[in-house]
């Protein structure tokens, strides 16, 4: 099963309000539980010795209460003038980097002019780095993370002005 397979289908069950999901294949076995607080969710993966395993993630409920808080203050005044750009969000919990490595330029600044499959940072999940990629064309207006800054699953990560 590939990362973007699994990453899928995280996001399918967070959208479908189940509370639990379990699926076994031959070398992989992924449980998703999501938890009782909205926006709570649970990620656990075990794989069978392989080259690239599948992430094991696991979301401590202390940050869960934390991290709604500090992101509904700012997005209620600033939704007005945010509804007409597209937010890209985290597909992954993991540490977010916005260079390739420590001495390499940015993937892309505010300003800047991305097409759809530009890479726009890396979130690293258990020692794998995972390229995410725009999914729109248009302009880098804000970005939403610090560099180096730990990420939840679907949590915005930059807004871009598709006109």
Same mark, same amino acid.
């Given at each position: 099963?590939e990362?973007?397979e699994?990453q ?5 069950v967070?959208?479908s309000g189940?509370?639990? &999901?379990?699926?076994?294949m031959?070398d992989?076995k ?5 938890g009782?607080e909205p926006?709570?969710?649970?990620y &656990?993966?075990?794989? %069978?010795?392989?080259q690239? %395993? ?5 979301a ?6 934390a991290?709604?808080t500090?992101?509904? %203050?700012?997005?209620?005044p %600033?939704?007005?003038d ?6 890209v969000k985290s597909?992954?919990?993991?540490t ?9 330029p ?7 002019t991305?097409k759809?499959?530009?890479t !726009? ?10 390229e995410?990629?725009?999914e ?5 207006v804000? &970005?939403? &993370?610090?560099d180096?800054?730990p990420v939840?699953?679907?949590?915005p990560?930059? !807004?871009v002005?598709?006109?």
């Open positions: 099963m990362l973007k699994i899928n289908l995280i996001k399918f967070a959208k189940a509370s639990e &999901v379990k699926l076994e031959d992989v992924i449980t998703i539980k999501t009782s926006g709570e969710v649970t &656990v993966s075990q794989a %069978a010795p392989m690239m %395993a599948a992430p094991q993630m696991q401590p409920p202390a940050q869960a209460p991290a709604p500090p992101e509904a %203050a700012p997005a209620a %600033a939704s007005s945010d509804d007409k750009y597209v937010t597909p992954i919990i993991g977010f980097y916005r260079k390739p490595a420590p001495d390499k940015l993937f892309c600044e505010v300003g800047d991305v759809e499959g530009d !726009l940072c890396i979130i690293e999940a258990m020692k794998l780095f995972n995410i990629e725009s729109v064309s248009g302009k880098i804000k &970005v939403l &993370v610090d180096s800054s939840e699953f679907d949590q990560l930059f !807004l002005d598709p006109s």
